[in-house]
């Protein structure tokens, strides 16, 4: 791990979550990997909601917001919250990243897969590893 790295690559990684059968990330996750507020991610997204379809973002059931607090201790201060959290997909994230104001969505960076990956789009802040190679 390179020292001068924005967001450590692990601490975005054990965020992730399967839900649905989707990889997505909380958006009081994603608000820490950002630097802001879950208020104000949310307020961003409900202020851009023709950027966030379905396959983008979906809002967690009660019971999925059960499991995910007792599976994940970081997500402790969720149990006591009155609102259903959101879960965004990679694409959400990326789109995400697009509408905030913070210093860290400004560098948030979209990567081409490497020679020889899936077609997929992937993203994770700066980290100050080398570029992938064209």
Known sequence: MPTNAIVPVDRIESRILFLRGQRVMLDADLADVYRTT????????????????????F?????EKAEVV???DHLHRLK????????????????LASVLNSKMAVQAIILEPPEGSSKRIGFHARTGL????R
Do not use: W
């Open 80 to 95: 006591y919250s009155p609102n259903l959290p959101f879960a965004f997909t990679e694409h959400g994230a990326i789109m």
């Open 59 to 63: 809002r967690l059931t009660k019971q």
């Open 38 to 57: 879950t208020k104000a991610l949310n307020q961003a997204v409900k202020r851009n909601s023709g950027r966030f379809p379905a396959d983008f973002m």
């Open 70 to 72: 007792t599976a994940c």
């Open 130 to 133: 080398p570029e992938p190679k």
